[in-house]
């Protein structure tokens, strides 16, 4: 198998060095002559720092789309812009053989916009993978409503081959696992605003749930990408939500900060806005806006569960990877509890009236 990679950013350059060494021939596509001189001389030292690889198919690096015309399966990296992905691939379709396999690692832009112009669009589908790439196995695979199955099992396959844990995703619920981790950001972002706690203080929360602070994500993300995400990904549940954290990033971005270079949210915030000393019983506003955010989180997950589509529990299990959580979502449930779970969600519906927080059917969680 033959596997092209378009792009040299993190996530195609991490993609690259991953696959090699597994019985398929990669070829990465780069513009950059300076990314190409880097990769090529790192690449070069993994083939030599390990011999059992010399004997595999030796790595590609080029500048030119026409070194990818025998490529099985064509995954773009490329920056997150429709119209850009859109060209990429309509080059693409006039020097690949007709079986070639189209995947975008898109983390926003929906299959069916990537590929509006392709006409064999039963060989085109999303393949999303995540950061950090050596530590999380999990990878989307967003099947479009004229994907065949062929190709899908197809992608299961290499993914297999790689030692990768597809996610088959069809429907609606496409790109759910992304539209997850903004989710939890946004509603931590609108936690921030009711004034008790800092963004740092919230981050703090979020780590007694999940590996990492949820804003700690969202600045080693990124705002250009976070942004995108915060634009492409609401349905109408989640428009209000993801308005305040857009708006932040966007002013932020408007300002020359990217988020990544020691100018993210936590870097940034200011220390004066909130006079977090008075709180009495801090221990029990912690644990009550950590009741909160589970809470939130429980729901959401339960919600996309409800989609006959999707595999409930590899879904979980995707998300307990993704989310580095501390325990399974039934064990989180469980130690919860329901009556607290509801408790929670309607405390805060009823202030609000926001249906995002209506509480969805748990039942999904008391199934063996």
Do not use: W
Not at 236 to 261: A, C, F, I, N, W
């Amino acid at each position: 198998m033959t596997i092209g990679i378009v792009g040299s950013g993190r996530m195609g350059q991490d993609l690259f060095y991953s696959l090699i060494g597994y019985e398929c021939r990669v070829i990465l596509v780069s513009k950059n002559p300076e990314q190409i001189d880097k990769i090529t001389k790192r690449t070069q030292k993994i083939l030599k720092r390990d011999p059992q690889l010399m004997g595999k198919e030796t790595p590609v690096i080029t500048d030119s789309l026409y070194d990818l015309a025998d490529c099985d399966v064509v995954i773009e990296t490329v920056i997150e812009n429709l119209s850009v992905k859109q060209e990429m691939f309509q080059r693409l379709g006039e020097i690949v053989k007709n079986t070639c396999i189209f995947a975008t690692n898109s983390s926003s832009l929906d299959v069916t916009g990537v590929f509006y112009y392709e006409k064999a669009k039963e060989r085109c589908l999303g393949l999303h993978f995540f950061y950090p790439l050596k530590l999380i196995s999990t990878a989307e695979v967003n099947a479009g409503p004229d994907t065949s199955e062929e190709t899908v099992k197809e992608m299961v396959r290499f993914l297999s081959m790689t030692e990768r844990k597809p996610l088959v995703l069809r429907g609606e619920n496409r790109l759910v696992l992304s539209k997850l981790l903004i989710s939890l950001a946004a509603y931590t972002y609108k936690l921030s605003l009711e004034g008790e706690l800092t963004l740092k203080e919230l981050d703090q929360i979020t780590k007694q749930v999940l590996l990492f602070g949820i804003f700690e994500m969202v600045d080693s993300t990124g705002f250009p990408i976070i942004s995108q995400c915060l634009a492409n990904l609401p349905d109408k549940l989640h428009s209000v939500l993801y308005q305040p954290l857009l708006l932040k990033v966007t002013e932020l971005m408007k300002q020359g900060k990217d988020g990544r270079r020691g100018e993210g949210l936590l870097s940034l915030e200011d220390i004066g806005k909130k006079d977090t000393a008075g709180i009495e019983n801090r221990e029990e506003c912690y644990e009550v806006y950590g009741v909160r955010f589970l809470s939130f989180l429980l729901n959401e997950a339960a919600r996309y569960m409800k989609d006959p589509l999707l595999d409930k529990k590899q879904f979980q299990e995707s998300v307990q990877e993704v989310l580095g959580l501390s325990a399974s979502l039934k064990f989180l449930y469980k130690e919860l509890k329901e009556k607290m779970l509801l408790e929670t969600l309607m405390a805060e519906y009823e202030k609000t009236l926001d249906p995002l927080l209506l509480p969805a059917d748990f039942k999904v969680y008391r199934e063996r």
